[in-house]
């Protein structure tokens, strides 16, 4: 059974953000092992600098580098990552899971995303849209997500 952690920046405060990722985990158990890791994000003053900015995702970087499963496949969740339909995604997990690495590791960031390293160190980088989503929400999208791709691979009809 393929292995998953999402590795998340910053923690679900919102009870039905919450309520919401559980139903997603509880229907992936049947699919794959889910591990969900929450980092916490690195405190900022109220209108910080881009230093500061960058200062603080280094440091959620390294937290989140001590997280990494060895031998795993990341997936960085970033803007400028490449948009991928719902049966493209099933295919990437199907590729990851022909590669015969040990796990997959999926990054959500902060709310001010993720250090440029860790998105040059990721196999792939992968966009949710173009708009912007709180990344609590986020989550919960992803989840869904590879839920639907795990239908697809087993032809259901939840994927309509």
């Not at 405060?13 to 139903?23: C, G, I, T």
């Not at 969740?77 to 049966?87: N, Q």
């Not at 929400?137 to 869904?144: I, Q, S, Y």
Request: aromatic letters at 6%; one cysteine or more; charged letters at 25%.
């Amino acid at each position: 059974m393929q292995r998953i952690t999402l590795i998340c920046v910053g923690k679900l405060k919102e009870k039905f953000y919450a309520e919401a990722a559980a139903e997603y985990a509880k229907r992936l158990a049947p699919f794959c092992r889910l591990e969900l890791l929450e980092l916490p994000e690195e405190r900022l003053p109220e209108n910080p600098s881009p230093a500061q900015i960058d200062a603080a995702l280094a440091k959620e970087a390294a937290a989140v580098r001590k997280k990494l499963p060895p031998s795993s496949s990341v997936v960085a969740l970033c803007i400028e990552g490449r948009l991928r339909s719902s049966e493209e995604l099933a295919q990437l997990l199907e590729t990851w899971a022909n590669r015969g690495e040990k796990g997959l590791v999926f990054l959500i960031g902060s709310s001010h995303g993720l250090h440029a390293s860790l998105k040059a160190e990721a196999w792939v980088q992968l966009s949710m849209s173009p708009m912007t989503f709180p990344h609590h929400l986020a989550r919960v999208m992803l989840l869904e997500q590879i839920y639907r791709a795990c239908q697809i691979q087993a032809g259901t009809k939840y994927h309509k």
